[in-house]
């Protein structure tokens, strides 16, 4: 298909392991976001990148958290040593780019469980 | 900073009523405006847009303007069905966007 891919859809781990979640942007697009979507909450900004500037890493909300955009293209997410509050949802979109009011075109999210 | 402020849900409403969620933002600069939706069990997908004052969004019936003068994006839909309950979301800026909390939308027959 044509759309984010992200993988896996879902993900139950133990408090402490470290998980990554990857996502496939739609080709083309140089800007690449990661949000995280709690129970009941809206979208927490964690990262973007956009084309080979350095990423905005401002929402990210502790060290254990990382991402990684190789060839401009896939993105994983990483979270070391996880925590319980870690559990959510996470998206990731991609849009063509800034300043072009493009709209961001979301994955179906990963949801991660930590037991 | 940036923020988005939307009405809070959860709203209900039967089936062929009027809908409208409110949604105000920052006035820093002029950001483009969106609302996205989201279908239960799916990703976020973008409802409709407005680049500039005054320009009204549009898509599947839902109709939103962009009000300069009152910082605001309310969404709004003569007549809901069912298919619309929802999770929707307004959203400010191209970009890193900047996304209000959610409004939960149910539609009863």
């Known amino acids: 298909g044509a759309g984010v891919s992200q993988s896996p859809s879902n993900k139950v781990t133990e408090k402490g392991k470290d998980v990554e979640l990857r996502c496939d942007p739609i080709s083309g697009h140089t800007a690449l976001y990661w949000y995280r979507q709690s129970l009941g909450q809206g979208l927490e900004f964690l990262i973007y990148?956009?084309?080979?500037?350095?990423?905005?890493k401002s929402g990210l909300p502790s060290d254990r958290f990382s991402a990684e955009r190789t060839g401009g293209s896939v993105s994983t997410l990483t979270i070391q040593r996880t925590q319980q509050e870690d559990s959510a949802v996470y998206l990731c979109a991609s849009s063509l780019g800034l300043g072009l009011n493009q709209p961001q075109h979301f994955g179906d999210g990963t949801r991660l469980s930590i037991l | 900073g940036n923020s988005v402020t939307q009405m809070e849900g959860p709203v209900t409403l039967s089936e062929e009523a009027f809908l409208t969620i409110n949604c105000t933002y920052t006035?820093?600069?002029?950001?483009?405006l969106f609302w996205y939706v989201q279908y239960p069990g799916e990703g976020l997908q973008l409802l409709l847009k407005?680049?500039?004052?005054?320009d009204k969004g549009s898509n599947k019936g839902f109709e939103a303007t962009y009000r300069k003068e009152t910082t605001s994006f309310h969404l709004e839909k003569g007549s809901v069905q069912v298919s619309d309950s929802a999770v929707y979301f307004c959203a400010r800026g191209a970009g890193k966007s900047t996304f209000g909390d959610g409004t939960t939308l149910t539609v009863k027959p």
């Open positions: 990148f956009q084309g080979n500037s350095a990423p905005d």
């Open positions: 407005a680049t500039k004052a005054d």
């Open positions: 006035a820093t600069g002029y950001p483009s």
